[in-house]
T-cell receptor
């Protein structure tokens, strides 16, 4: 069964550095999402992406964050000038569309640790 | 904006028991998601349902759109069912997009 893959599985970065989290969504999916989960807290929506542009974003997704689909397969989340509070598990998800009852498929996540 | 509440927060069961996890939400939606988060952190979509009932193996999900309530049932529970079960609803109605997640129900099934 096709799956969403995320790399790396764990990223350790110094505060203030930039990180890029990578995701390869399922190939025929059209909608892509990033979520984060701070340790011990619930999963939170960051951003959704369709047709090469952001379709929706949360208050968390400020100017520090950006997303990109640089080629036909990768979907990336960039965090500029990381802060300690960016430490979290980041999940990528994709879905076939956003209208019919097609579930979102999640990757295994990238654990980001900011030192 | 939707608010999603789950109960219970923690649940311990003996192998073989019937499990029920409840979810309520505040804004009308067209579909609700049930997800399973493994101890390692990975998330798997279990169900996306808009009405009635769906069944997959020993898992059954029901939803009452009018009452804004859904339940996830596990029949003949097994230790491998131990995980966190999360319901999620679209933030502003509809079926996809910005999902609001519940805090999750941590299920532990003892042999």
């Amino acid at each position: 069964e096709p799956e969403v893959t995320q790399t790396p599985s764990h990223q350790v970065t110094q505060m203030g550095q930039e990180v890029i989290l990578r995701c390869v969504p399922i190939s025929n999916h059209l909608y892509f999402y990033w979520y984060r989960q701070i340790l011990g807290q619930k999963v939170e929506f960051l951003v959704s992406f369709y047709n090469n542009e952001i379709s929706e974003k949360s208050e968390i997704f400020d100017d520090q964050f950006s997303v990109e689909r640089p080629d036909g397969s990768n979907f990336t989340l960039k965090i500029r000038s990381t802060k300690l509070e960016d430490s979290a598990m980041y999940f990528c998800a994709s879905s076939l569309d956003a209208i019919s009852n097609q579930p979102q498929h999640f990757g295994d996540g990238t654990r980001l640790s900011i030192l | 904006k939707n608010e999603v509440e789950q109960s219970p927060q923690n649940l311990t069961a003996q192998e073989g028991e019937f499990i029920t996890i409840n979810c309520s939400y505040s804004v009308g939606i067209s579909a609700l998601h049930w997800l399973q988060q493994h101890p390692g952190g990975g998330i798997v979509s279990l169900f996306m349902l808009s009405s009635g009932k769906k069944k997959h193996g020993r898992l059954i999900a029901t939803i009452n759109i009018q009452e804004k309530h859904s339940s996830l049932h596990i029949t003949a529970s097994h230790p491998r069912d131990s995980a966190v079960y999360i319901c999620a609803a679209p933030a502003s109605g509809g079926s996809q997009g910005n999902l609001i997640f519940g805090k999750g129900t941590k299920l532990s099934v003892k042999p």
